[in-house]
């Protein structure tokens, strides 16, 4: 079993700043790759960035060249880095490992909101 926290989240005006921190707990030698996931109201949960026990780091394209997704190897932790926030990115944001199997874990989200 893996256990994720994520903090980090608030709200922020467009243009500013965020950096959201996935603490994993548990079986974590089994974690092969983590990643964040958002949600809008109304929407699908939808892939953000993902980074695998190799470093090799994955974004989707409407947060390319403004999120950076890295990793904390001693303390477990992967964070994501966000500029140039925009409205649209508002959302809960949750954290993903993905084990041996697979299997996936999931945090609980935590929330950002882009506003004026």
């Known amino acids: 079993q893996v256990q994720l926290v994520e903090s980090g989240g608030g709200l922020v005006q467009p243009g500013g700043s965020l950096r959201l921190s996935c603490a994993a707990s548990?079986?974590?030698?089994?974690?092969?790759?983590m990643g964040w996931y958002r949600q809008a109201p109304g929407k699908q949960r939808e892939l953000v960035a993902t980074i695998t026990r190799d470093g090799n780091t994955n974004y989707a394209d409407s947060v390319k060249g403004r999120f950076s997704i890295s990793r904390d190897n001693a303390k477990i932790t992967v964070y994501l880095q966000m500029n140039s926030l925009k409205p649209e990115d508002t959302g809960v944001y949750y954290c993903?490992?993905?084990?041996?199997?697979?299997?996936?874990?999931w945090g609980q989200g935590t929330q950002v909101t882009v506003s004026s």
């Open positions: 993903q490992a993905q084990t041996w199997g697979p299997r996936y874990y």
């Open positions: 548990g079986t974590t030698f089994t974690i092969v790759a």
